[in-house]
């Protein structure tokens, strides 16, 4: 093993079995895990905190005198031998060679400390053989592949400021999902999954990590073009429609009479049944006419068809299908299509009409907003606490962390967090995170793009990873980048 240090027992700080301090005697970065041998087993330790000391300038008067009496500086020599670095290290347990249990007893003072070596960390991070490959231990070589089965279950939150590489990572869960054939459904508002069909042409770093450039079997709809989406009007709640219109609480009574008596097919069906029911009941001329402009207020939205593709039939295995939102269109079709299509098919996969999958929500705080009850935010939830009982995993990617429902939130199993700085978010978020460190918290303003802390059930201690390459090319990015990259898009789907 890989010595990195001796443990030491300062005055009022001696070592416990929660926390100790060892001298660095070799490079030793923050995050590193360490072990010190003992009787009990092997203490597994991780170094959250390093302190540089040096006797020679202790006291600023020697800089001071330096600069104005030219007195003689100490020596290059002097002062690389009178520097040490302290490192502060959290006990994580104690490995007795198959399980790590808790922490118990005090590494001795004088022990040597050790790098764990990587296939200990794999087994004590409860690293998976065959599950989703994410990318690396941060500064080594250990491939961070998380269970499938677990993370999948729990569902996923990707979460960082913008530009800080989510749709990236859930690029990277899309391809190992793909790869392992298991079905997705990805909603993307800006338009940018397509190019998981093309290959990365970043071919050297791939190689790194021993990977090489793919393309994936994708199927683009949207709301206009060929294969177009759109929403029967059976299928869809009348409390759904009467948000989606912005109804007052008598207009939707009546909207739910016409939907129970005469279960409308179309939204010509339901302006019939809106009138009949309501002469019936007895409702004002003006509620009815009312309700009648909201109706056709919706019919503009252009999303109501009986003739939309069928998404049980696209979600197949090893094969994304890809929602594209981008087009020019009001938001409340956009979240009512989203929680219409994804109740179809969560009611499909109830009945095993469609295989397990997974939906991917990017911009997820716009369809499960934190300050509002909507529509897609309760079938959101509903996938959120059902899902893991019915074959349904989520996969949800956000950059306003506040503006996204704490309970879906909370139910997400494995966080993988990239850059935040925004301290209303990073307050938002820390009791979320119950077994992250306050250390690894404060580093979360800090992490440079494509690096994540992963955190949850499917590791046993965050850690901090550095995300995989791509192996299909990635679409995000600048404004204009995707601009031009859709205009591609859309009339790829119109080829089809
Ligand atoms: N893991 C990564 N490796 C390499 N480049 C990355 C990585 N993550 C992000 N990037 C780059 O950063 C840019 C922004 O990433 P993106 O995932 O689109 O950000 P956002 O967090 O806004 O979704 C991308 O264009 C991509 O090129
Ligand atoms: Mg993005």
Not at 243 to 267: C, F, G, H, I
Not at 437 to 446: A, G, M, N, T, V
Request: glycine share 8%.
């Amino acid at each position: 093993m890989d010595r990195v240090g001796t443990v030491i027992s300062k005055e009022r700080r001696p070592p416990t079995h929660l926390n100790f301090e060892f001298y660095v005697e070799k490079e030793v970065t923050v995050g590193d895990f360490v072990v010190v041998p003992a009787m009990g087993g092997d203490i597994i330790a991780k170094v959250e905190v390093l302190e540089a000391y040096s006797s020679l300038f202790k006291e600023p008067e020697i800089l001071r005198d330096e600069r104005l009496y030219g007195l003689k500086m100490p020596s290059q020599m002097e002062v690389e031998l009178s520097r040490i670095i302290v490192a502060k290290a959290k006990v994580l347990g104690v490995y007795d060679g198959i399980a790590l249990n808790p922490p118990s007893i005090p590494p001795s003072p004088g022990e040597k400390v050790y790098k764990l070596p990587e296939h200990h960390l794999k087994r004590i991070l409860n690293l998976s053989e065959r599950g989703l490959y994410i990318g690396k231990i941060w500064g080594g070589s250990l491939k961070v592949v998380l269970d499938l089965d677990l993370t999948l279950r729990h569902h996923v939150a990707v979460l960082g400021a913008t530009g800080t590489g989510k749709s990236y990572a859930c690029g990277v869960i899309v391809e190992e999902l793909l790869l392992k054939n298991i079905p997705v459904l990805i909603i993307d508002p800006h338009g940018e999954y397509w190019t998981l069909r093309n290959p990365s042409s970043n071919v050297k770093e791939l190689e790194s990590f021993e990977l090489g450039p793919r393309e994936f079997h994708t199927t683009v709809v949207s709301p206009s073009g060929n294969l177009r989406v759109s929403l029967k009007v059976s299928k869809i709640p009348a409390g759904a429609l009467a948000e989606a219109a912005n109804m007052s609480e008598v207009q939707e009574d009546l909207l739910y009479l016409a939907y129970k008596e005469y279960k409308p097919e179309t939204l010509d069906e339901l302006e019939k049944a809106i009138v009949k029911a309501g002469h019936e009941r007895g409702f004002m001329d003006v509620t009815i006419n009312s309700i009648l402009r909201r109706i056709e207020a919706l019919r503009e939205l252009n999303i109501f068809s009986n003739q939309g593709v069928k998404l049980e039939k696209l979600l197949k295995p090893g094969s994304a299908v890809i929602m594209d939102l981008s087009q020019d269109m009001e938001e409340r079709a956009r979240r009512l299509l989203v929680g219409g299509l994804l109740l179809e098919l969560f009611e499909a996969r109830k009945r095993s009409l469609v295989p397990p999958f997974v939906v991917v929500v990017e911009e997820a705080h716009r369809f499960a907003p934190q300050d509002r009850e909507t529509f897609s935010k309760t079938i959101l939830r509903r996938i959120a606490r059902e899902g893991r009982k019915f074959g349904v995993g989520l996969v949800i990617a956000s950059q306003r962390i506040v503006g996204l429902d704490k309970d879906i939130l909370s139910q997400c199993g494995t966080k993988i967090l990239l850059r935040i700085d925004s301290a209303t978010d990073l307050h938002f978020l820390n009791p979320l995170l119950e077994h992250t460190s306050f250390e690894d918290f404060r580093r979360l303003p800090h992490l440079p793009r494509g690096v994540a802390i992963i955190t949850g059930v499917s590791l046993r201690f965050p850690v901090m990873v550095r995300i995989r390459p791509r192996m299909s090319a990635h679409g995000g990015g600048g404004e204009s980048l995707w601009r031009s990259m859709r205009l591609v898009a859309q009339s790829r789907v119109e080829e089809n």
